[in-house]
């Protein structure tokens, strides 16, 4: 069975989508990774852990860096719930917060 990858909304896909067109590109296609082998197989630097089920995918080009984390839910679907270029060496408190408030969410629908 092949991974599903789907967005928290289609505001999170919306935003993603605006992304500068190199990180975009590198995004879609480690999207296309996890679908074909999961996000274990890939593993850093494309996906690194962030701790209690929260994962992020990490899109990089010479236009910057994208972010976007996501958690795994049961029947191995991938589900993206925000996205952000980073501008600074640690990710922004707010959008770990953010992450892990939809996560417990999406986890509570199961």
Not at 104 to 109: L, R, S, T
């Amino acid at each position: 069975m092949r991974w599903k990858v789907d967005f928290y909304s289609t505001q999170v896909e919306n935003h993603i989508q605006k992304w500068p067109v190199r990180i975009k590109a590198k995004f879609v296609r480690i999207i296309e990774l996890i679908e074909k082998h999961g996000p274990d197989e890939i593993g850093m630097p494309h996906i690194k852990p962030l701790g209690r089920g929260l994962f992020e995918i990490r899109a990089k080009s010479d236009e910057g860096l994208g972010r976007a984390p996501f958690c795994m839910i049961k029947g191995k679907i991938v589900i993206v719930l925000s996205g952000f270029i980073k501008k600074t060496q640690k990710t922004p408190l707010g959008e770990m917060e953010l992450a892990r408030k939809r996560m417990k969410e999406v986890k509570n629908d199961e």
